[in-house]
């Protein structure tokens, strides 16, 4: 797995790439794209971080694992590569910003613009066996992710933490909400959505909670 991550990502990091958990993870996941079909392609497996550095993120968004069919994971948590159709999660999400801020639905699912504003868009487990959800988890990448979302909550004051639905409530439970704005929700995939997903105003108040704190809003 010869994967280039950014520069201020990897000196923190670094701890995690020398422990024997990631180290395992590696090999596991170097066997498998040698063996078949992983998703993303292996370029792109720290896609998230390398669009994001630390010192510009002010959003994190949590998802739970990549896409698993053709064309469509490209290291980005909701997001699809330009070109591929909408998965029904992301759908669902553009439809919210449109009813929260007017914001219509793009032409592309592509969310690398969110990214180059600072928004970190990471999932829990970074890769996946093609058509075979979840066939990557709790093989250490959750370790992973887990380590980068603490170096944020405690290096750095004033993110939003966007949170939808149970797997990613649990993952940022450790939060310090008095220095964090930490935003929940039910998850956006067509069986929860009605739940509380439609009419959270997510991005809309991740923008006002940025104004207030003097950074500039996301273009969602």
């Not at 990897?10 to 992983?38: H, I, S, W």
């Not at 669902?92 to 449109?98: H, L, R, S, T, V």
């Not at 487990?125 to 959750?142: I, M």
């Given at each position: 797995m010869?994967?280039?991550?950014e520069?201020?990502?990897?000196?923190?990091?670094?701890?995690?790439?020398?422990?024997d958990?990631f180290?395992?993870l590696?090999?596991f996941?170097?066997t498998?794209?040698?063996?078949g079909t992983?998703y993303?392609p292996?370029?792109?497996?720290?896609?998230?971080?390398?669009?994001c550095?630390?010192?510009k993120?002010?959003?994190v968004?949590?998802?739970q694992?990549p896409?698993?069919?053709?064309?469509?994971?490209?290291?980005l948590?909701?997001?699809?590569?330009?070109?591929v159709a909408f998965?029904p999660?992301?759908?669902?999400?553009f439809k919210e910003?449109?009813?929260?801020?007017?914001?219509?639905?793009?032409?592309?699912?592509?969310?690398?613009?969110?990214?180059?504003?600072?928004?970190?868009?990471l999932?829990?487990t970074?890769?996946?066996?093609?058509?075979?959800?979840g066939?990557?988890?709790?093989?250490g990448?959750?370790?992973?992710?887990d380590?980068?979302?603490?170096?944020l909550?405690?290096?750095k004051?004033?993110l939003?933490?966007i949170?939808?639905?149970?797997?990613?409530?649990?993952?940022?439970?450790?939060i310090?909400?008095?220095?964090?704005?930490?935003l929940t929700?039910?998850?956006?995939?067509?069986?929860?959505?009605y739940?509380g997903?439609?009419g959270?105003?997510?991005?809309s108040r991740?923008?006002?909670?940025?104004?207030?704190?003097?950074?500039?809003?996301i273009q969602?």
């Amino acid at each position: 797995m010869n994967v280039q991550i950014e520069e201020s990502w990897k000196k923190r990091l670094q701890p995690e790439f020398d422990k024997d958990y990631f180290k395992a993870l590696t090999d596991f996941v170097r066997t498998e794209y040698q063996n078949g079909t992983v998703y993303p392609p292996g370029k792109l497996i720290f896609n998230a971080f390398n669009l994001c550095p630390f010192d510009k993120v002010k959003v994190v968004i949590i998802g739970q694992d990549p896409y698993h069919g053709p064309g469509q994971a490209h290291g980005l948590c909701f997001s699809v590569n330009d070109g591929v159709a909408f998965p029904p999660s992301l759908v669902n999400i553009f439809k919210e910003i449109k009813s929260d801020i007017g914001t219509d639905t793009p032409s592309t699912g592509n969310l690398t613009r969110w990214a180059e504003q600072g928004v970190l868009l990471l999932n829990a487990t970074l890769t996946v066996r093609a058509h075979q959800a979840g066939s990557h988890q709790n093989r250490g990448w959750e370790t992973f992710t887990d380590a980068a979302i603490r170096l944020l909550a405690e290096e750095k004051e004033h993110l939003v933490f966007i949170l939808w639905g149970a797997y990613a409530q649990r993952k940022g439970a450790f939060i310090d909400r008095n220095r964090h704005l930490v935003l929940t929700s039910a998850h956006p995939s067509p069986l929860s959505a009605y739940n509380g997903f439609f009419g959270n105003k997510h991005f809309s108040r991740t923008n006002e909670y940025l104004k207030a704190h003097g950074e500039t809003p996301i273009q969602w």
